[in-house]
């Protein structure tokens, strides 16, 4: 019996070892060497100062700006509270909310008519935190 427990004792360590340290270190390596700008959190620098991520949406809100998806996660573009809303197509709160964010919209862009806002205007990405926008958004 103690045979039998060596034996998995060993084989446990070894696992740690090789997919713990030595198989985590490999492909960090990798990435590092192959895809450096995307390990790092594909950061965008000016003056040298980080100012965001180009996989991280931001709020912007001058009429100069195009203006990204809206943010369900945590108090907007929060990295640490990544996740949709979980509000369904028949949720009152998301329905109420949508029509509250198209009317800032028509206002905002008088181009804009009901029924013509672009679907990513109006409503979050699975994660929160998507920084791209569609064609038409970028139109409106």
Known sequence: MSKHVM???KM???SIILLGIVYPLVVTGIGQ???HEQANGSLIREHGQVIGSGLIGQAFYQ???FHPRPSAAGSGYDAAAS???NL???SNALIDR???DGARLIAENPGLKRGSIPADMATTSASGLDPDISLANAYA
């Open 12 to 14: 446990a360590l070894m």
């Open 88 to 90: 369904g197509p028949t």
């Open 7 to 9: 034996i998995a004792v």
């Open 63 to 65: 009429p100069r700006y």
């Open 98 to 100: 949508v029509r509250s």
């Open 83 to 85: 996740g949709g809303s």
């Open 33 to 35: 060497l192959l895809f």
